[in-house]
């Protein structure tokens, strides 16, 4: 039963939300997983000058690259904490902590502390990406989730040729790989957009 004096929403003005719910999220998602692709693929792009700034040979970067690695299980704390929180709460602290783990490590002037900076960097990259797929399959309709899906796998590419590209600009110009950083690290003034047009996933809602 329908209270007295309640409104009814038309079924297609409900659609026509909905779909401009699912239109504001995948823009929202696909802006952060284009600014976490490019910065997910610095160290892919900048490891021969990472290596050279830190006095690495070989096996020395290799080690690095594995103690980063070591970011996976905090990936994996920062997903399953979205399911008790939010998925929300949990993408929107990424996008915080990314930046300035971004900047913490472009600051990093030995190897202990830049590697502790990256590690926190991409724990808190997967877990965007990771909250970033929840998202999209529950907010948008089944016809529409690989579309959705293939959205953020584009921006995710998109994002990491932006870093190919920056790369080489920064080098002929003598500019450091750090640099890279610095601008990943920018990446906090476009939180307020994120935050704004970022909804809570409606099956945690």
Not at 30 to 48: D, E, R, S, V
Not at 111 to 131: D, K
Request: charged share 15%.
């Amino acid at each position: 039963m329908i209270a007295s004096g309640a409104v009814q929403i038309p079924a297609p003005a409900i659609a026509d939300i909905d779909r401009k719910r699912a239109r504001r999220t995948v823009v929202a998602i696909c802006g952060m997983l284009y600014y976490q692709g490019y910065t997910m693929a610095i160290n892919g792009i900048g490891a021969p000058w990472i290596a050279k700034s830190f006095n690495l040979g070989e096996s020395g970067i290799a080690r690095l690259y594995a103690w980063i690695s070591i970011s996976a299980l905090g990936a994996l704390a920062l997903s399953r904490l979205a399911d008790r929180v939010g998925r929300r709460r949990v993408l929107l602290a990424c996008m915080v902590a990314t930046p300035l783990s971004a900047l913490g490590a472009a600051l990093s002037q030995n190897i202990v502390l830049f590697t502790v900076c990256e590690i926190f960097l991409y724990a808190f990259i997967g877990a965007t990406i990771a909250g970033s797929v929840v998202m999209l399959a529950e907010e948008l309709p089944i016809a529409q989730r690989a579309k959705g899906q293939s959205y953020g796998g584009l921006a995710l590419g998109l994002g990491a040729g932006l870093c190919v590209l920056l790369m080489p600009l920064l080098d002929r110009g003598g500019y450091s790989w750090r640099w890279l950083l610095v601008i990943a690290a920018a990446g906090l003034v476009g939180l307020p957009l994120v935050i704004g047009a970022l909804p809570e996933s409606q099956r945690w809602e």
